[in-house]
Nanobody, 125 residues
Framework: VQLQASGGGLVQAGGSLRLSCAAS????????LGWFRQAPGKEREFVAF????????NYADSVKGRFTISRDNAKNTAYLQMNDLKSEDTAVYYC???????????????????WGQGTQDTVSS
């Protein structure tokens, strides 16, 4: 199983980035997806969750209204659209998949089985 995150970069505060997470080696439509982030010296934290069929989404309070998670099961890819970025959004962003057939929202890293390699997002103020 591979989760390949991409789309990170350097952006000014107020700008936007779109992250992608391309999955292979698993039946993508059976898995919910999550995005997490980890800033230097801090623990990995939940950012967003999407259910298997895009019908269920959940966001951390810190990103609600600014970030949007989505998925395209035909392309085995999930996305994280990040708007109105702030300096505190600077982190390495990871996509992750929990065990298959999860139906409820999962926000804890320990609930996730597969992890991508991470992509660095830096927001300059």
């Amino acid at each position: 199983v591979q989760l390949q995150a991409s789309g990170g970069g350097l952006v000014q505060a107020g700008g936007s980035l779109r992250l992608s997470c391309a999955a292979s080696g698993l039946s993508f439509y059976l898995y919910a997806l999550g995005w997490f982030r980890q800033a230097p010296g801090k623990e990995r934290e939940f950012v967003a969750f999407i259910g298997r069929s895009s019908g269920s989404t959940n966001y951390a309070d810190s990103v609600k209204g600014r970030f949007t998670i989505s998925r395209d099961n035909a392309k085995n890819t999930a996305y994280l659209q990040m708007n109105d970025l702030k300096s505190e959004d600077t982190a390495v962003y990871y996509c992750a998949a929990p065990f298959p057939n999860i139906r409820d929202v999962r926000t804890t890293p320990g609930d996730y089985r597969y992890w991508g390699q991470g992509t660095q997002d830096t927001v300059s103020s």
